[in-house]
């Protein structure tokens, strides 16, 4: 493995993993819009077609109807929340590996990078549940005509007035299932993928362009591979009528497969991976010019 040429730094992780999570939404938006469509679709009546038929046909749809504005629907809800949070997450992840290192130069193990991993899924949860809710409540009621919120704070007034704080962070637990193994995956994939494409005895930092988009991409289809089977029933969840389901998450996952299978639990699984190639490449591209620029500015921090 490589010697880790500079200090770990959560500070600098914090503002880079920021820079990172803006170009994440920009690249990645339009397939989620698609991927929580998919999830939510009702199931059709007797003699009916489905909404959608797949991926394909749910982007040209939503083309059609709404133009390139009803992939981007939603979308000021994720920046506002995505920033903060993947600030959040890469600062966990640096404070993981950090708490872990007995001197600044050990070399991390791949367990090691889970855990530090997990660590993060803990920090971005308390920022994610509430912006996870609003994004899903909000894309679904485009889909489905019927306008109850009118943007990202009046579903958040609603929520609260309709069943106060429980209202916005319903779902918490779901998120935590779906964000401890997922984040463990996705930082450990990563740092793994750098070290493979790392020629001998040169340093992370002289990863070419190309090696980092794709040991990005793949942390993200990785990342997914864990998270889709939680993401599913959350996404149930968060949408459902209040009483729908009293005993929580167990309700969600008896109905999805007595009605739709096991299958039903890899839901949205073409758009995600669509999405996870290139959001997530686009974000630790952005990760690590931004922390370039945060050593060149401030080396010694």
Same mark, same amino acid.
């Given at each position: 493995?490589?010697?880790?040429?500079?200090?770990? &730094?959560?500070?600098? +992780?914090?503002?880079?993993?920021?820079?990172?999570?803006?170009?994440?939404?920009?690249?990645?938006?339009?397939?989620?819009?698609?991927?929580?469509?998919?999830?939510?679709?009702?199931?059709?009546?007797?003699?009916?077609?489905?909404?959608?038929?797949?991926?394909?046909?749910?982007?040209?749809?939503?083309? %059609?109807? $709404?133009?390139?504005?009803?992939?981007?629907?939603?979308?000021?809800?994720?920046?506002?929340?995505?920033?903060?949070?993947? %600030?959040?997450?890469f600062f966990g992840? /640096?404070?993981?590996?950090?708490?872990?290192?007995?001197?600044?130069?050990?070399?991390?193990?791949?367990?090691?990078?889970?855990?530090?991993?997990?660590? &993060?899924?803990?920090?971005?949860?308390?920022?994610?549940?509430?912006?996870? *809710?609003?994004?899903?409540?909000?894309?679904?009621?485009?889909?489905?005509? $019927?306008?109850?919120?009118?943007?990202?704070?009046?579903c958040v007034k609603q929520?609260?007035?309709? +069943?106060?704080? *429980?209202?916005?962070?319903?779902?918490?637990?779901?998120?935590?299932?779906?964000?401890?193994?997922?984040?463990?995956?996705?930082?450990?994939?990563?740092?793994?993928?750098? +070290?493979?494409?790392?020629?001998?005895?040169? &340093?992370? #930092?002289?990863?070419?362009?190309? &090696? =980092?988009?794709?040991?990005?991409?793949?942390?993200?289809?990785? #990342?997914?591979?864990?998270? =889709?089977?939680?993401?599913?029933?959350?996404?149930?969840?968060?949408?459902?009528? $209040?009483?729908?389901?009293?005993? /929580?998450?167990?309700?969600?996952?008896?109905?999805?497969?007595?009605?739709?299978?096991? %299958?039903?639990?890899?839901?949205?699984?073409? %758009?995600?991976?669509?999405?996870?190639?290139?959001? #997530?490449?686009?974000?630790?591209?952005?990760?690590?010019?931004?922390?370039?620029?945060? #050593?060149?500015?401030?080396? +010694?921090?």
């Open positions: 493995m490589a010697k880790q040429p500079q200090p770990i &730094s959560p500070g600098k +992780n914090f503002f880079a993993g920021g820079f990172g999570g803006v170009c994440l939404v920009f690249a990645g938006h339009p397939l989620d819009t698609i991927k929580v469509r998919l999830q939510t679709q009702p199931m059709p009546k007797p003699g009916e077609a489905l909404l959608y038929k797949g991926t394909i046909d749910c982007f040209r749809k939503t083309l %059609a109807k $709404e133009g390139m504005k009803g992939l981007y629907k939603g979308m000021a809800a994720p920046i506002i929340g995505v920033t903060p949070m993947f %600030a959040v997450c992840f /640096g404070l993981g590996k950090k708490l872990q290192q007995k001197t600044p130069d050990d070399i991390l193990t791949y367990p090691q990078l889970f855990a530090a991993g997990m660590l &993060s899924g803990v920090f971005t949860t308390a920022i994610m549940a509430p912006g996870e *809710r609003i994004k899903c409540l909000l894309q679904i009621q485009a889909a489905s005509g $019927e306008i109850k919120y009118a943007g990202p704070m009046d929520l609260y007035r309709e +069943n106060g704080i *429980r209202g916005i962070y319903k779902g918490t637990a779901l998120t935590l299932m779906r964000d401890l193994p997922a984040s463990g995956m996705y930082f450990m994939t990563y740092e793994w993928l750098k +070290n493979l494409l790392t020629p001998a005895g040169k &340093s992370h #930092n002289e990863l070419s362009v190309p &090696s =980092i988009l794709f040991a990005g991409g793949m942390a993200g289809v990785f #990342n997914w591979a864990v998270a =889709i089977p939680p993401d599913v029933l959350k996404s149930r969840f968060q949408t459902a009528a $209040e009483g729908k389901y009293p005993n /929580g998450v167990r309700d969600v996952l008896r109905e999805l497969i007595r009605e739709e299978g096991m %299958a039903s639990l890899y839901k949205g699984f073409t %758009a995600v991976m669509l999405r996870a190639f290139p959001a #997530n490449a686009a974000c630790f591209l952005g990760f690590e010019c931004a922390m370039k620029f945060l #050593n060149w500015l401030a080396p +010694n921090l």
